[in-house]
């Protein structure tokens, strides 16, 4: 029973991608390319390496806001770091991964010894990260990056990009993790019921601690690739980034609430949003449309999950006789 | 005495993944009776009043009321009709003033504006009329559950209540609010109210009810009058075999200390001290918010500790947060079983291994064989009745949910278990066997505190007594000067 009902959520995204890859693949015989869809894989592979860690932070039952922000302040920080104070290349980008990786720890610390929403705290940290990105370098992008640190973002695995293997990598390693290891099992539980998880002698503070750094530090290594593939530390990266993975994540079946999600559902969710922006660009639809599409297949995917929930319930109800339709007065 | 049917339910069913909770069951309801429906945990008793207060649509049947037939019940209709449901799980909103939720939905109204000063003169006639003192403009987060429970009951009667469905209403009350909720009982029933009441309690059912239906595995096995039928009888009926209510004796005390606990203070409960013997079931009585519960939550280390010290077989505990306790030998198997002591959404495998993950990992990798192996070996030492081990614990059964809390422990190898109300909404076929399971877990050397409010079990089930009143520790009875008579003068604090 329980089986069935979990594949459903998991695969509703891989579904509504095929969908969707049927119908521009019917009008454009672009997309169809197997090229396109490399690009396709390549567009999404950093949002994906983000959703990832957001897929912990809520099943957790948290959320967290600040992780698009991390892009760009990882970014400018480790290009400034290797181009104007001559740090090494791979020291530089460690160092910018390692500063993601701790405001990750402080949302996690900030929301776990003060009780606030992790949706106020990570909103402000938000803000304070993207100030950070434009102080450090004050609102100016750093160019001229060292030829070798083009590989990571740029490079190809025979005909696979590098983001593409380390998105699915980590895919791998974060679907293990989550189904089949004790911190895992951990991170449903809180999501599920605290109050029991704590009493069965869960430390629930340190998962969900763990949770953010997590995501925080998956978000600095977005930022790396991000910084490799543009060529250039922008301050700016990542301004609706933590929307989109977000929606990503909830297409996919991960529950808003806590609980209940998978990285499969997940990186069908991510696909989707790059499919949508791939195929619309390509039908030469503004970036207006796209957004209204987005907007749309959320809203439409979701609630029709949730309407097939409730109305399963109901759909074995008669009226038996006409006196009982009274009752809606 | 011929009396109007006022209420009809016809072939009534209900399926559920996996169940069939109500198999066509018919009753009828006469106007202005007390009416008990009584069943095991499971029955359909729940799902039963769900159809009539229209929180679910059955698949099949119909109700008739006032000469109309309805397929089913919506809530609004059952509002309209002036059917009023205290459910066990109380349906208050915790941050609003008890007049606010004494009047939810229907506040009284000036020019449009919701009329503060007139809806607590109100609710303070209502609870006049029910001969109790609470302030309307306190916040219902800050009662207790027996003050909780009457703001309920006062929400049905600030509307226009015709049939009242009470769902296990004394389960969280003591001695004296029980007997006020009766004369409130009595006092609707001479109003005319018709009462439809389910309780495990049968002393309460042969008190205050007319007439009663039994149910059982979701069939109606039939509506007796109360008064032509003996306890016997109906618990034959309600279990369909003979059983004994009798208690199982604990017999494997030794005079071996295995747990003690000195001057141990905090949660507003103060120098507690006792000796707990290997084997031993040791009972904890008092009233309601005597601080039984807060004493044992410090002990388990749920909540902070302002004093003293205890050892278990030898070693200080530290008490600092439930993961230590557990590691340390004691397991807490909480009141609020749904929210505290299973995670409702995760299979009963995942409950039962989430305090113990240690023994199936391996570098923190869970080896699903080991875990499925030592579940299903628990699932049917306690004989939990589930088709599978995947079940979601939230589908289950009062009894089977509290002995998958109950799997949690002994798969851990807890010293020293403390059960807090280890029966309540527990009905009374499981109870036994929970019984006999407390005595097992004796006999293999662990040993129990137990919390109890139901006098009988506490006296049936404990070798030694702890009283408690108003948080402090009043006295503890051997079992030869066992009484209800004594408990009740120490938890009184009459000594």
């Given at each position: 029973m329980r089986k069935m009902k979990i594949d459903v959520k998991k695969y509703v995204s891989w579904i509504i991608l095929v969908v969707l890859v049927l119908f521009f693949s019917a009008f454009s015989p672009r997309f169809r390319q197997i090229s396109n869809a490399i690009t396709i894989l390549r567009q999404v592979s950093i949002n994906g390496i983000l959703a990832v860690g957001l897929v912990y932070v809520l099943?957790?039952?948290?959320?967290?806001?600040?992780?698009?922000?991390?892009?760009?302040?990882?970014?400018?920080?480790?290009?400034?770091?290797?181009?104007?104070?001559?740090?090494p290349i791979f020291a530089a980008c460690l160092i910018g991964i390692f500063a993601a990786t701790l405001f990750g720890l402080f949302n996690g610390l900030s929301i776990t010894a003060t009780n606030m929403p992790p949706l106020i705290s990570t909103l402000g940290m938000s803000y304070v990260i993207k100030a950070a990105a434009y102080l450090i370098h004050g609102g100016m992008p750093v160019y001229s990056l060292p030829k070798e640190m083009q590989t990571l973002g740029q490079g190809y695995v025979g005909p696979i990009p590098i983001p593409v293997i380390?998105?699915?990598?980590?895919?791998?390693?974060?679907?293990?993790?989550?189904?089949?290891?004790?911190?895992?099992?951990?991170?449903?539980?809180?999501?599920?019921?605290?109050?029991a998880s704590r009493l069965s002698g869960l430390n629930v503070k340190r998962i969900q601690v763990a949770v953010y750094t997590v995501a925080g530090f998956l978000a600095g290594l977005g930022g790396i690739i991000m910084m490799s593939r543009l060529n250039a530390g922008q301050p700016g990266t990542g301004a609706d980034t933590s929307m989109d993975i977000i929606i990503g994540c909830v297409l996919g079946g991960v529950s808003a609430s806590g609980g209940e999600g998978s990285i499969v559902g997940m990186v069908g969710g991510v696909l989707v949003m790059g499919v949508l922006s791939n195929g619309m660009t390509i039908l030469g639809l503004n970036e207006y449309y796209q957004l209204l599409m987005k907007g749309a297949v959320l809203v439409i995917s979701v609630g029709f999950d949730y309407y097939a929930r409730t109305r399963k319930a109901e759909k074995t109800v008669r009226i038996v006789r006409s006196e009982g339709k009274k009752e809606k007065e | 005495m011929e009396k109007r049917t006022l209420l009809s339910m016809r072939n009534i069913s209900k399926q559920y993944p996996g169940v069939l909770a109500l198999d066509r069951v018919s009753l009828d309801i006469y106007e202005g009776e007390t009416h008990a429906?009584?069943?095991?945990?499971?029955?359909?008793?729940?799902?039963?009043?769900?159809?009539?207060?229209?929180?679910?649509?059955?698949?099949?049947?119909?109700?008739?009321?006032?000469?109309?037939?309805?397929?089913?019940?919506?809530?609004?209709?059952a509002r309209h009709l002036g059917i009023e449901v205290i459910y066990q799980e109380f349906n208050l909103m915790p941050t609003l003033s008890v007049a606010e939720?004494?009047?939810?939905?229907?506040?009284?109204?000036?020019?449009?504006?919701?009329?503060?000063?007139?809806?607590?003169?109100?609710?303070?006639?209502?609870?006049?009329?029910?001969?109790?003192?609470?302030?309307?403009?306190?916040?219902?987060?800050?009662?207790?559950?027996?003050?909780?429970?009457?703001?309920?009951?006062?929400?049905?009667?600030?509307?226009?209540?015709?049939?009242?469905?009470?769902?296990?209403?004394?389960a969280p009350l003591t001695a004296g609010e029980v007997e006020v909720l009766f004369q409130l009982m009595d006092k609707l029933h001479r109003q005319g109210v018709t009462i439809i009441y389910i309780s495990h309690r049968l002393n309460e059912i042969f008190r205050v009810t007319e007439r009663l239906t039994v149910i059982r595995d979701g069939c109606k096995i039939g509506t007796f009058r109360t008064g032509e039928m003996t306890r016997e009888q109906l618990i034959c009926q309600m279990v369909g075999r003979e059983l004994n209510e009798t208690f199982p004796r604990n017999t494997a005390r030794t005079e071996e200390v295995a747990l003690k606990v000195e001057d141990l203070s905090g949660n507003g409960v103060e120098d507690i001290s006792f000796e707990l013997h290997r084997g031993e079931i040791l009972g904890f009585g008092g009233l309601v918010g005597a601080g039984r519960t807060e004493i044992m939550r410090v002990l388990s280390g749920v909540d902070a500790r302002t004093g003293g010290r205890a050892w278990l077989e030898g070693?200080?505990?530290?008490?600092?947060?439930?993961?230590?306790?557990?590691?340390?030998?004691?397991?807490?198997?909480?009141?609020?079983?749904?929210?505290?002591?299973?995670?409702?959404?995760?299979?009963?495998?995942?409950?039962?291994?989430?305090?113990?993950?240690?023994?199936?990992?391996?570098?923190?990798?869970?080896?699903?064989?080991?875990?499925?192996?030592?579940?299903?070996?628990?699932?049917?030492?306690?004989?939990?009745?589930?088709?599978?081990?995947?079940?979601?614990?939230?589908?289950?059964?009062?009894g089977n949910q509290q002995k998958v809390v109950l799997a949690k422990w002994l798969l851990s190898r807890s010293r020293v278990l403390i059960f807090d109300e280890p029966t309540r909404g527990i009905d009374v076929g499981a109870k036994q066997e929970i019984y006999k399971l407390m005595c097992a877990l004796c006999e293999q050397g662990a040993s129990i505190i137990m919390i109890s409010s139901e006098m009988e079990e506490l006296l049936g089930m404990s070798d030694r007594i702890v009283v408690l009143c108003e948080g402090r520790q009043e006295g503890i009875l051997k079992r030869e000067d066992f009484s209800q008579e004594a408990v009740l003068a120490l938890a009184s604090g009459n000594q």
């Open positions: 099943v957790s039952g948290g959320i967290d806001l600040s992780l698009g922000p991390m892009l760009g302040f990882t970014g400018t920080l480790a290009a400034m770091l290797m181009v104007e104070n001559g740090i380390i998105f699915v990598v980590i895919a791998l390693i974060g679907a293990f993790v989550l189904k089949r290891t004790s911190y895992g099992r951990g991170v449903f539980a809180i999501g599920s019921n605290q109050e | 429906l009584v069943g095991e945990n499971g029955a359909g008793k729940s799902t039963f009043i769900k159809v009539l207060a229209g929180a679910i649509r059955p698949d099949e049947g119909e109700i008739e009321l006032d000469g109309q037939t309805y397929s089913h019940i919506t809530p609004a209709l939720n004494v009047f939810m939905g229907n506040y009284p109204k000036r020019y449009g504006i919701i009329d503060h000063r007139e809806m607590e003169r109100r609710t303070d006639e209502i609870f006049q009329s029910m001969g109790v003192r609470i302030d309307p403009r306190a916040a219902v987060s800050g009662l207790s559950m027996a003050y909780m429970q009457l703001v309920e009951i006062a929400k049905a009667l600030a509307k226009k209540v015709r049939i009242l469905i009470m769902d296990e209403p004394t070693k200080e505990l530290s008490m600092k947060s439930p993961r230590i306790s557990i590691r340390e030998g004691i397991a807490l198997i909480p009141e609020d079983r749904k929210r505290q002591g299973v995670v409702l959404s995760l299979p009963i495998l995942e409950n039962v291994i989430l305090p113990n993950l240690k023994l199936v990992t391996k570098y923190s990798v869970i080896n699903r064989r080991k875990e499925g192996a030592l579940v299903s070996e628990q699932m049917k030492a306690l004989r939990i009745a589930a088709p599978s081990m995947r079940q979601l614990a939230g589908n289950l059964s009062g």
